[in-house]
């Protein structure tokens, strides 16, 4: 293939506005808040998980707890009916020496229950504090995230608007290149990955890094101008300059 040398410099051109389309697109790949926003949205959803748990552990308690109420009131109320009874000096001698002996019965049954009321209480407080600890933490990796978001959406922006410039300047550039040699460009940019073509810089080709052998140097040498060269290792197009070294 042949190509006039401005067109070929031009090839250059197109390829620095790829090179940066690629580095623009990297940079929106690795962004650090992308890795923050999934550190972070992991761990929300770790700590969902934990305030289920919690809000479980905290409604298991308060049925106990309400069990443990109605214990102790039931308890109470009896102490309370013996006690009228008693007080009212109705029924024999023998019925109220019994009523006598349930009352006090009873007045240990209701402090053995008070104590059960009183520690799961106890439980209960322990589980509201866990709750409102899990919920605190949800609360600020919420506001973290959100930052985050924030910072992620700029970023994408600031890229979004240079990747729109270099690509209005990459078909700009591409308008003054050959069909042929474009094609020839992009299919080698498929090939390999990244770059198309590559300055011939002191004898070494920018595509590879590798310096070119005597004998392709020869080769290169005597090639007119409007030959299109190839890197005999990465298969490039290879752009001669002012500094190629031949």
């Known amino acids: 293939m042949t190509a006039a040398p401005q067109d070929q410099w031009r090839l250059l051109d197109v390829q620095a506005h790829d090179t940066r389309l690629a580095q623009i697109a990297h940079r929106r790949r690795t962004l650090p808040e992308l890795a923050e926003i999934e550190r972070v949205d992991g761990r929300l959803k770790l700590v969902a998980d934990d305030l289920v748990a919690a809000r479980t552990v905290a409604s298991d308690i308060e049925r106990e707890l309400k069990k443990a109420e109605a214990d102790v009131e039931q308890v109470r109320q009896r102490a309370a009916r013996d006690q009228a009874r008693l007080d009212s000096g109705q029924g024999t001698s023998k019925d109220l020496t019994a009523l006598q002996h349930e009352i006090a019965s009873l007045a240990e049954r209701q402090s053995v229950l008070e104590d059960v009321e009183l520690e799961v209480m106890e ?3 322990a589980a509201q504090v866990r709750i409102a600890e899990v919920e605190a933490e949800q609360e600020r990796l919420t506001t973290e995230l959100a930052g985050f978001t924030a ?8 890229l979004d608007a240079e990747a729109q410039r270099e690509s209005a300047d990459r078909v700009n ?15 080698i940019r498929e090939q390999v990955g990244g770059a ?4 011939l810089h002191q004898r070494r080709c920018e595509g590879c890094r ?18 299109v060269l190839r890197c005999e290792e990465c298969r490039r197009i290879l752009v001669r300059t002012g500094d190629s070294g031949l």
């Open 123 to 125: 439980r209960l407080e």
């Open 196 to 199: 198309g073509a590559a300055k």
């Open 173 to 187: 550039a591409a308008a003054g290149v050959p069909a042929d040699l474009l094609a020839l460009y992009e299919k």
């Open 151 to 158: 910072a992620r959406d700029a970023a994408f922006a600031e």
């Open 210 to 227: 590798l310096e070119l052998n005597n004998s392709e140097i020869g080769r290169f040498r005597t090639a007119p101008d409007t030959e």
